[in-house]
C-alpha cells in the first residue's frame, strides 16, 4: 500500500470539526421493542474528521451507526446531514445523499475481479448484466484507478476477489464504498481479523480518506484507537459517556470504571 497523504493536523482537524459539522444528531433515541439502546444522543461529526467510537460491549455503538445509514430508525430526535434530517428516510436514500456503510464480514463479489467489483459499484442503474457490458467512461476509469490506488491493490486489477488476502477484501469494499464519492463512511472494526502489517496499512488508509472525507470507526482494539485516534467518544448504555483524546479518555475515571478496567486492552 502506498504510503499515507500527511493527514490533517490534529489542531486543523479539531478547529474545523468545530466550524463545519458535516453530521449532528440531537436527542437521538432507538428503542428495541421499549428497550432503548440509544437513549439522547448528541452527536457531532466534522468535515475531515476521524472519529473512533468505543465502549463495552452493548453500548450502542453499532445501533447509532445503524441509525445514521437508515437501517434502524430512531424513535426520538434527529439526524441532520447537510440540510436534510435523514431519520425518517430509506437506507438506500441515506446511501445515495453521500453516507457510505461498511459491515464487519466483507462483501465483495468473490468470483469477480478486484477491476469488477470496483466497476459494479459506480453509481450506476442497478444489476450486475447492465453494468458489466457497458462501456465505462474515461472519467469512470479514472476514479477506478485512483481507487485502486489509495486502497493499495494498484497491481491487483486482474486478481478475483475471492483470492485477496482477508485484509485486502476489506480494502476492496472500503473502495466500493469510496468509488461512490461519500462525504461520511462508517466503519465497523474494519481491521478486525488482520495481521498486524495489515492493521498499520489500514490506520494510513483511514487517514488519507479522512483528508476530505469525515469516517466513524466503531472499534474495540485500544491499541489501534491509540495509535490513529485524534477524537474518541466513548459511548455507555446508549449515552455519550465522554468525548475527547485518547489522552483525556485514558485519564477519566468514569471511563475507567465502565470500560477500559473492565475490557482489558485488547478484546479477544
Ligand atoms: N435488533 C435488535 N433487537 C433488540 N435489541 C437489540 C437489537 N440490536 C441491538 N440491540 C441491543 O441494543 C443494545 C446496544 O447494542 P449495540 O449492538 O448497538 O451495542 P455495541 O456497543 O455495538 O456492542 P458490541 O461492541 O458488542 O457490538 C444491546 O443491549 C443490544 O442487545
Known sequence: MPKAAPAQAPAEAEAGSLDTPVLKTQGL?????????????????????????IGPNGAGKT???DAICGKVK???????????????????????LGIGRKFQAP???AELTVYENLELSLKQPRGIWPALTRRLSGEQRDAIDRTLETIGLRDKPKWTAGSLSHGEKQWLEIGMLLIQDPQVLLLDEPAAG????????TGELLLTIASDRSIIVVEHDME???????????????QILREGSMDDIQNDDRVAEVYLGRRGERHA
Open 224 to 238: 489501534f484507537v491509540r495509535e490513529y485516534a485524534r477524537t474518541v467518544t466513548v459511548m455507555h448504555e446508549g
Open 194 to 201: 488482520m495481521t498486524d502489517k495489515e492493521t498499520m496499512q
Open 29 to 53: 433515541e432507538v428503542s428495541f421493542d421499549g428497550f432503548k439502546a440509544i437513549r439522547g444522543v448528541d452527536f457531532t461529526l466534522g468535515r475531515g474528521e476521524l472519529r473512533f467510537l
Open 74 to 96: 430512531p424513535s426520538r430526535g434527529s439526524i441532520r446531514f447537510g440540510g436534510t434530517d435523514l431519520a425518517k428516510l430509506q437506507e438506500h436514500r441515506i446511501a445515495q
Open 107 to 109: 462483501s465483495v463479489f
Open 63 to 65: 445501533t447509532l451507526l
